[in-house]
């Protein structure tokens, strides 16, 4: 599975962004995939990840309720749509793959990263 992330920016608090993870794999089924972010200085962390045949998703609480993602099969694209985003949002934001449950996703293949700023 080979991932390329894209869509960060700089944005204001407040404010909204759309990233998306275009995927290369024979098949998805069976895979779950999410995204990731590193804040700099800081461990990475998990954000919200999705299965991809199923739909069914799962969210850190930091991002719960203003954070969504989604994914569109037939274009074997992910999406994270971020909104009223907080300057602690500011990261580098990673999308992932893996055949774990998504709830304990680690993630075996990893796209490059898309930064996000925020600013206050």
């Known amino acids: 599975v080979q991932l390329q992330a894209s869509g960060g920016g700089l944005v204001q608090a407040g404010g909204s962004l759309r990233l998306s993870c275009a995927a290369s794999?024979?098949?998805?089924?069976?895979?779950?995939l999410g995204w990731f972010r590193r804040p700099a200085g800081k461990e990475r962390e998990f954000v919200a990840a999705?299965?991809?045949?199923?739909?069914?998703?799962y969210y850190a609480d930091s991002v719960k309720g203003r954070f969504t993602i989604s994914r569109d099969t037939a274009k074997k694209t992910l999406y994270l749509e971020m909104n009223s985003l907080k300057p602690e949002d500011t990261a580098l934001y990673y999308c992932?793959?893996?055949?774990?449950?998504?709830?304990?996703?680690?993630?075996?293949?990893w796209g490059q990263g898309t930064l996000v700023t925020v600013s206050s």
């Open positions: 999705i299965s991809w045949s199923g739909g069914v998703t």
């Open positions: 794999a024979r098949t998805l089924s069976g895979y779950g």
């Open positions: 992932a793959a893996d055949r774990s449950r998504i709830s304990s996703m680690k993630g075996d293949y």
